[in-house]
């Protein structure tokens, strides 16, 4: 079957992990993008002695980027001997910040009891390791392959990849013809394929009074009470419509497969900055509330906006003095790759190979740098996959499993077989 190919991988554990360690070594924390710039330059330095093409790409005047924090990207290439389809490996190289409560050195690379610790372990310097380690193996052990093999490592993902992933498809780095399949190594487990995520619409709603003395609020007119009858309209009407909502999408967790809405703030009246000292009486005339509305295929945008619209218009028709605004802040739409797509099927059958078992296929909560494939570059034949405990990510501890970053490069280097030399090669 694979012997040669997964031999090849299980004689490398040692280079996977000390690319793995080497690669949490650089601190890559995002905000507010540290050493980017070393990190994508040994990356590309690997990538060159194996014959790739390397490009830094700076993402220049996006969202961070200054000369002390540079918004680094490096894309690596490589053709085979004939034309053929290209599949890239996408991975972000930034990090979350460690945080407290670590028992390790988070940026030492910690090698202990069949694992590697340290920030970024599994979100995701261990998928990119497994990845880099399936393109080597497969390229020495089936030297003649058709077409191409790209691994980029890009900037900011954990801030929404505007100055990575983003800036990269808007100049044409993920779309056809240059590109056919991506895989985003993210750690969504071995034995699980990632289709897509749930939509995201942000907004802030804003209500509105008249400023007045403390002690005469007949007077004036309170925004927080106008919020608050936003947000009891809100419980007994909205959420419970939302929870009825189910869908096809596989979402994991189980609760995140409905439509949900979280209310990420509440600002009303005077700030608290009044402390130490004691705040003024006043009427607030200002309140304002941001939701956090995450949406799923059966849902048009237009729709889930309306459904709040229309409680803020039944407010202001039905409530005296009531009146508001609304702000959009952000929106992503929901995107699912079927499961006959060539990427997927490609991936599930390395899955079976290495598992002996059908591989799940999960969609998650909240969104990833899929999304500018998808919207920016127009490439739908798109996933997420990669070795890791999704749970792990951005905690204290976080670690890698070495057996899975093997299995999962092996999974990885059935699937680049299975793209590029088809079915039938073995
Ligand atoms: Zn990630």
């Known amino acids: ?211 007045a003395h403390g002690s005469m609020p007949f007077l004036g007119d309170c925004a927080v009470r106008h919020m608050g009858a936003v947000l009891e309209a809100f419980e007994k009407d909205l959420f419970p419509a939302l929870d009825a909502k189910q869908t096809r999408m596989p979402v994991v967790p189980d609760g995140a497969r409905r439509s949900t809405m979280n209310i990420n703030s509440i600002h009303g009246g005077q700030t608290d900055d009044f402390r130490p000292g004691l705040p003024s009486p ?34 202001k028709r039905d409530r005296p003095k009531f009146d508001y605004d609304i702000r959009d802040i952000m929106e992503v739409q929901p995107l699912m790759t079927e499961r006959d797509a060539p990427v997927v099927s490609a991936v599930a059958q390395g899955i079976r190979e290495v598992f002996d078992r059908e591989p799940d296929y999960v969609i998650s909560p909240g969104t990833y740098d899929q999304k500018h494939v998808s919207r920016i570059g127009h490439l739908h034949d798109c996933i997420a996959y990669g070795p890791g405990i999704l749970d792990l990510a951005h905690r204290p501890d976080e670690w890698v499993g070495i057996a899975d970053m093997v299995e999962s490069a092996k999974v990885m280097a059935i699937g680049l077989n299975l793209l590029l030399r088809g079915p039938s090669a073995r």
């Open 1 to 211: 079957m694979y012997e040669k190919l997964l031999e090849t991988i299980d004689e490398r554990v040692d280079d996977l992990v000390t690319l793995t360690t080497d690669l949490i070594r650089f601190p890559t924390i995002n905000p507010p993008g540290d050493a980017y710039r070393p990190c994508a330059e040994y990356i590309g330095a690997r990538l060159k002695k194996r014959g790739f093409g390397v490009e830094y790409i700076r993402a220049e005047g996006s969202p961070g980027d200054t000369d002390r924090y540079p918004r680094m990207n490096v894309v690596a290439r490589f053709d085979g001997r004939t034309p053929g389809p290209t599949v890239h490996f996408n991975s972000h190289i930034d990090v979350v910040e460690a945080g407290e409560g670590w028992t390790v050195a988070p940026f030492a690379g910690v090698v202990k009891d069949g694992r590697v610790y340290g920030r970024g372990a599994c979100d995701m310097k261990g998928g990119l390791a497994a990845s880099i380690t399936a393109a080597e193996a497969f390229m020495d052990v089936y030297p003649d392959f058709p077409g191409a093999i790209e691994i980029s490592g890009t900037a900011d993902e954990e801030s929404g990849g505007f100055g990575g992933v983003a800036y990269l498809a808007g100049k044409g780095y993920f779309s056809k013809p240059k590109v056919d399949h991506v895989i985003i190594p993210e750690p969504l487990n071995k034995d699980r394929i990632c289709l897509g995520h749930r939509g995201v619409w942000w907004a802030e709603i804003e209500t509105k009074g008249e400023i």
């Open 282 to 315: 006043n009427v607030p005339d200002w309140c304002r509330l941001t939701i956090d509305r995450r949406f799923l295929l059966e849902e048009k945008i237009g729709e889930v906006k309306s459904e709040v619209t229309a409680i803020l218009d039944r407010l």
